[in-house]
């Protein structure tokens, strides 16, 4: 075994360099010969980081296996490794991506974001549980270069339902239980499943990164900024308009504009059926009641 492995290591190196570009396979050649099995080298030269290499990320791994545990030299992903233990299997290599010279911009909004912040400072189940990178961009070895248009604003809505729409997931971290479901019922729900049209996903109203409480003055919710939040789609959005959508269910202590909505065309509905049915009934007893008047005419005569 001892000298079969670089032997094996060497083949797999010869079969994964046939199906790479040459300047994939000098990037991750190394560590591919024994990861290939964790890592599609197809899917990860094709993914958003086809062209970095792995020791951009994994910054303590050495490529020589039996060297001990590099540090890594950037001391901002140091610092920030210890506070995300709790949030995966790498955590040196997740804090990479606020490396200065890669996503250390999105870091920075993520961590004052209100899933950020439960992440870096909340207590450790709420740590583990709140969203971070990977929760929303999937498996870091196969990151899609985001998709555009309708698919997207599908995708984003079933991403943050992941979370927001599990019934114990709500009742463990006291969220509001009726997103999924208004949303699902609303115009905007119901365009997007259809996908046809521009209506608006989670994050076209929440934003990606910098999601923040509605009682937040940055929240993109918050009724000092919710009219413009709207606004990006319905020219000239008031105030007013930006009531006509809530989380709330219909009911009139929770949300009363769609309460009396939803009441007024049930009115308007069955007040018409109604009116009909008894139209025609009234017809019917008048066309009978004129017969039998005709009917006893006919006796007497
Ligand atoms: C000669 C084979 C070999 C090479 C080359 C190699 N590794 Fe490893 N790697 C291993 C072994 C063996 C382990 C331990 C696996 C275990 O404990 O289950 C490991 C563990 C790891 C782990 C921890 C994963 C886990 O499941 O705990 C990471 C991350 C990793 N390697 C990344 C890399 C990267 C990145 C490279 C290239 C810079 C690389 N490796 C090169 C053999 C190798
Ligand atoms: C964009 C940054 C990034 C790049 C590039 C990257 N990794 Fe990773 N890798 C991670 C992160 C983050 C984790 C931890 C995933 C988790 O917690 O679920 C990880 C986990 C791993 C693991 C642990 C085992 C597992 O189940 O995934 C191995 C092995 C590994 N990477 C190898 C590699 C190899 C080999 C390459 C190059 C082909 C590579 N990585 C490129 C970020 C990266
Ligand atoms: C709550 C979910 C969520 C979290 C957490 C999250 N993202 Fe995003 N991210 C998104 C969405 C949604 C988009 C936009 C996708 C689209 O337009 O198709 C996006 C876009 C991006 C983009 C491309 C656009 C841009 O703004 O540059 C990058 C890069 C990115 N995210 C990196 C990260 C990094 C790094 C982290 C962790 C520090 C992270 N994201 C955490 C949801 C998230
Ligand atoms: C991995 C799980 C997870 C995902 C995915 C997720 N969230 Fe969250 N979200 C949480 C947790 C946990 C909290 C509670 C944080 C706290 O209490 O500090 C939260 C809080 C929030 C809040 C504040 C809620 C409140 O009641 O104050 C908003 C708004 C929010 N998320 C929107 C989104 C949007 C929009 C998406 C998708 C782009 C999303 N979330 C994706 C777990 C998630
Ligand atoms: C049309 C815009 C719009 C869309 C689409 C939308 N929301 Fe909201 N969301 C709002 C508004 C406005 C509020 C504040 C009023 C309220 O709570 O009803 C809010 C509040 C929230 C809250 C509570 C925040 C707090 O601090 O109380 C969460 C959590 C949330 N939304 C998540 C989501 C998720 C997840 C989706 C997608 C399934 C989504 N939203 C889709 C507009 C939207
Ligand atoms: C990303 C763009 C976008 C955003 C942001 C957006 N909407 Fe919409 N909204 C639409 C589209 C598209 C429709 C469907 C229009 C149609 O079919 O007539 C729609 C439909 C509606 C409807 C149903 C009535 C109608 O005109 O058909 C209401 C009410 C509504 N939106 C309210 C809101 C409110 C309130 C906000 C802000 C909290 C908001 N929207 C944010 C795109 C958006």
């Known amino acids: 075994m001892q000298s079969g492995g670089p032997a094996l290591a060497l083949v797999a190196v010869t079969l994964i360099g046939g199906a790479l570009p040459a300047a994939a396979q000098e990037r991750y050649w190394p560590c591919l010969a024994c990861h290939e099995r964790q890592i599609?080298?197809?899917?990860?030269?094709?993914?958003?980081?086809?062209?970095?290499?792995?020791?951009?990320?994994?910054?303590?791994?050495?490529?020589?296996?039996?060297?001990?545990?590099?540090?890594p030299s950037k001391p901002e992903v140091v610092v920030l490794a210890a506070r995300l233990r709790g949030k995966g299997k790498e955590p040196v290599a997740l804090a990479s991506c606020a490396r200065r010279d890669c996503h250390a911009d999105v870091f920075a909004q993520v961590r004052d974001s209100v899933h950020g912040a439960a992440v870096l400072e909340g207590k450790p189940d709420l740590?583990?549980?709140?969203?971070?990178?990977?929760?929303?961009?999937?498996?870091?070895?196969?990151?899609?270069?985001?998709?555009?248009?309708?698919?997207?604003?599908?995708?984003?809505?079933?991403?943050?339902?992941?979370?927001?729409?599990?019934?114990?997931?709500?009742?463990?971290?006291?969220?509001?239980?009726?997103?999924?479901?208004?949303?699902?019922?609303?115009?905007?729900?119901?365009?997007?499943?259809?996908?046809?049209?521009?209506?608006?996903?989670?994050?076209?109203?929440?934003?990606?990164?910098?999601?923040?409480?509605?009682?937040?003055?940055?929240?993109?919710?918050?009724?000092?900024?919710?009219?413009?939040?709207?606004?990006?789609?319905?020219?000239?959005?008031?105030?007013?308009?930006?009531?006509?959508?809530?989380?709330?269910?219909?009911t009139w202590k929770g949300f009363a504009i769609g309460w009396l909505a939803e009441h007024f065309f049930a009115y308007l509905t069955f007040g018409t059926i109604g009116f009909v049915a008894l139209h025609v009934m009234l017809d019917i007893s008048a066309q009978l009641r004129k017969g039998l008047r005709r009917g006893r005419r006919k006796e007497r005569e």
């Open 127 to 250: 740590a583990r549980a709140a969203a971070y990178c990977l929760d929303c961009h999937g498996s870091p070895h196969r990151i899609d270069i985001l998709s555009r248009g309708e698919e997207r604003k599908v995708k984003n809505a079933y991403l943050c339902a992941k979370c927001h729409a599990d019934p114990k997931f709500i009742g463990q971290y006291g969220l509001n239980p009726h997103v999924w479901s208004t949303y699902q019922q609303s115009m905007h729900g119901r365009k997007a499943r259809l996908a046809s049209g521009g209506a608006a996903s989670c994050s076209d109203c929440h934003g990606c990164h910098l999601i923040f409480r509605k009682a937040d003055s940055r929240s993109t919710v918050n009724p000092a900024n919710v009219a413009a939040t709207c606004g990006a789609c319905h020219k000239g959005a008031k105030p007013g308009f930006a009531t006509t959508f809530s989380h709330q269910p219909n």
């Open 40 to 71: 599609n080298p197809a899917a990860f030269a094709t993914s958003a980081h086809g062209l970095i290499s792995c020791a951009d990320c994994h910054l303590d791994v050495p490529l020589n296996p039996h060297a001990r545990q590099s540090q």
